[in-house]
């Protein structure tokens, strides 16, 4: 397991009493003086959520405006969209590109992501892009799915790609996301099991075009695009 990235909250970003609400809720520390850290959230100069890296590059946030809906999407197929698919659950939400298709194609969605400042750039992304339809959950995918009340029509997983693949991601974020995530660590074949137990119709894994099955579990089908390949299981409840 890769070690967890420290975060902290900027300190002169917001009034002191929303800042700890906001460290509160990620469960990271306000920075301090020369403190150490990979990443720091702070407010951009639109006043959004960002998160700030050590490497004093573009930040990392949650820009939706950039993603263009596309509704006759690979991944809106694969997901079952007009195939008894209403409500998606998807179990690695990260920057919520995957999520925007889905929520754009007229599907509603709830996006869980286990890093919890993760989830909050998320949040204020999806806010300023003026949408309410996504449900962004925060924590380990394999836990929210046992709490849910209703099951979902679909369950979505998209782990993390090795290092050389392709991604719908722009590089810079997919390498930060790399950084701060860890690749590898995503739960594998015990996730996609959990998602299997919740899933009413399907269950999608976003692949590589050249990688095996997750886990080595064989899929029931496939639709192959030139970028990426979408594997779906059939339900285990
Ligand atoms: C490749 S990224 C997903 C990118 C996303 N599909 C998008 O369109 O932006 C994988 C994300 O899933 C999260 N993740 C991985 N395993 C998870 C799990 N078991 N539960 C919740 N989140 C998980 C990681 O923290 C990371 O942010």
Not at 94 to 112: E, K, N, P
Not at 196 to 215: E, I, N, Q, T, Y
């Amino acid at each position: 397991m890769a070690p967890m990235p420290r975060i902290v909250i900027c300190a002169t970003s917001w009034p002191p009493e929303t800042t700890a609400a906001l460290a509160a809720k990620v469960g990271a520390p306000v920075a301090t003086e020369g403190c150490d850290y990979d990443g720091m959230l702070e407010r951009g100069p639109d006043g959004g959520l960002q998160l700030a890296v050590r490497d004093g590059g573009r930040p990392l946030r949650v820009d939706l405006s950039s993603a263009r809906p596309r509704a006759d999407d690979l991944l809106v197929r694969a997901i079952g969209k007009g195939r008894g698919v209403q409500t998606v659950f998807d179990a690695t939400a990260g920057l919520g590109r995957d999520s925007w298709t889905m929520t754009q194609a007229g599907l509603d969605v709830t996006a869980c992501e286990r890093l919890p400042w993760l989830a909050e750039l998320l949040r204020d992304g999806l806010r300023r892009a003026g949408t309410e339809a996504v449900e962004v959950v925060a924590g380990e995918a394999i836990e929210r799915l046992a709490e849910l009340t209703s099951p979902v029509d679909a369950v979505y997983l998209d782990p993390m790609f090795a290092a050389h693949s392709k991604s719908a991601l722009p590089k810079r974020e997919l390498q930060l996301l790399r950084t701060l995530c860890g690749a590898g660590d995503d739960a594998g074949v015990e996730l996609l099991d959990a998602a299997r137990h919740s899933a009413r119709r399907r269950v999608v894994v976003k692949r590589r075009p050249s990688a095996p099955p997750l886990g080595g579990v064989p899929a029931s089908s496939s639709l192959q695009g030139n970028r990426v390949r979408f594997d779906l299981y059939t339900p285990l409840a």
